[in-house]
C-alpha cells in the first residue's frame, strides 16, 4: 500500500476531512485542505527520492515513509501549529511550532530570502485540531 493509500484509509474515519482530502494519482500527491478559517493545507508527495510534507509554505523532506506519514498526521493534530509571517498581505515565513508544557516551541522555519521587508509586518497562527494531540491516542502523530 502506498503513503497515500495509507492516508486515504486512516482519514477515511473523519468524514469532515475525508470531504476536504484531495488525491492526484497522476503527481502522487494528497492533501487534507483547511477545514476552517484558522485551518491551513497539509500536503505529501510521493517522488523517486522519497516523500515532502508541506504545511501551506512550510515543507521537509523526509527518506523514510514512516515519518513522511507521522509528519503528515502531526500536521493535522492539536499538538501542531503553523506560524505564518506576513508583509503586507503576501506570506513569506512559515514556522512550524509544536506545543511543549503550556506553551509554543519554534521547531523549523521555511521563508522567502528579504521579501517586501518595508511592507508592514504580521502574524498569523493556523493551527488544523482534526487529529488528538494525546499521545495516548491511537491518531497522534508526533513532531518530527
Not at 27 to 51: D, M, N, Q, Y
Not at 64 to 79: H, I, V, Y
Not at 120 to 142: F, G, K, T, V
Request: proline share 7%.
Amino acid at each position: 500500500m502506498s503513503a497515500i493509500e495509507k492516508i486515504q484509509a486512516k482519514l477515511a474515519k473523519y468524514p469532515t476531512v475525508h470531504s476536504a482530502l484531495e488525491v492526484d494519482g497522476a503527481a502522487r500527491t494528497v492533501t487534507v485542505l483547511p477545514i476552517g478559517p484558522t485551518g491551513f493545507a497539509v500536503s505529501l508527495a510521493e517522488h523517486p527520492k522519497g516523500w515532502t510534507v508541506s504545511y501551506e509554505g512550510w515543507h521537509e523532506e523526509f527518506d523514510s515513509e514512516e515519518e513522511a506519514l507521522d509528519c503528515f498526521a502531526f500536521g493535522l493534530s492539536a499538538a501542531c501549529r503553523l506560524r505564518v509571517e506576513y508583509r503586507g498581505t503576501t506570506p513569506v515565513k512559515w514556522s512550524l511550532e509544536v506545543r511543549s508544557g503550556g506553551g509554543w516551541v519554534e521547531e523549523s522555519t521555511v521563508g522567502l530570502l528579504h521579501p517586501f521587508f518595508w511592507r508592514p509586518r504580521a502574524i498569523r497562527h493556523l493551527q488544523n485540531e482534526i487529529l488528538p494531540a494525546d499521545p495516548r491516542s491511537e491518531d497522534y502523530a508526533p513532531a518530527t
